[in-house]
């Protein structure tokens, strides 16, 4: 079983739809969490940090369930140039070798 | 503030030849990150530094080599490259300070080895 598992998708949206990704852990000592964007041949970038007690960016809402392992990406109102792949990122805070990225999903929102 | 950066941004080799990857980062980050991603796929670990002078093995170390002389740089060197290590190597830095963990990346060096 992998540490971080996401849902590859393909997940393929209209304009203007909500979309949902989950991300689950395999390490209940994890401590950090992220969600990064990687556009196509392009390098990772941060997209937010999540909470515990959840956080919004605009269109953008993360939340972490500790008691499950998961974390989770809330995108509302989608926009063609949110298509890209969202990773999720789990961290070790005490072991700086242990940031484990999942494989992302891979969103396309189309007109 | 140019954030990592990473020369050079293409390169092809030859099997058996050898080459150094370049990073370097002016945020003044102690922890900086070699990572692997090969088409399709997630980023793997090659090699981490914890701070100048400390460097520790990641998840898919073979065929590379490190070193982290001072805070700013840490080159990944190929020693007699492999067609398996046509991928595109991202390098990372992190504050790992102060609540902060998250990872600014490099832009890529996209190798490629035949």
């Not at chain 2, 092809?12 to 945020?27: A, E, Y």
């Not at chain 2, 980050?29 to 980023?43: I, T, V």
Request: aromatic share 12%; charged share 20%; with cysteine.
């Amino acid at each position: 079983r992998k540490e971080v598992e996401q849902d590859p998708g393909p997940f393929n949206v209209p304009e203007g739809a909500t979309v949902a990704f989950n991300c689950t852990y395999s390490n209940s000592a994890s401590q950090s969490f992220f969600w990064y964007r990687q556009d196509c041949r392009k390098e990772p970038k941060l997209l937010m940090s999540v909470y515990s007690s959840g956080n919004e960016d605009g269109r953008f809402t993360a939340q972490l369930n500790r008691a499950s392992q998961y974390i989770s990406l809330l995108i509302r109102d989608s926009k063609l140039s949110d298509s890209a792949t969202y990773l999720c990122v789990v961290i070790l805070n005490t072991n700086a070798g242990k940031s484990t990225f999942g494989d992302g999903t891979t969103l396309t929102v189309k007109p | 503030n140019a954030g990592v950066t990473q020369t050079p941004k293409f390169r092809i080799l030859k099997i058996g030849q050898s080459m150094t990857l370049q990073c370097t980062q002016d945020m003044n980050h102690n922890y900086m990150y070699w990572y692997r991603q090969d088409p399709g796929m997630g980023l793997k670990l090659i090699y981490y530094s914890v701070g100048a002078g400390i460097t520790d093995k990641g998840e898919v170390p073979n065929g590379y080599n490190v070193s982290r002389s001072t805070t700013e740089d840490f080159p990944l060197r190929l020693e007699l490259a492999a067609p398996s290590q046509t991928s595109v190597y991202f390098c990372a830095s992190s504050p790992r300070a102060g609540g902060r963990y998250e990872q600014y990346f490099g832009p890529g060096t996209r190798l490629t080895v035949t």
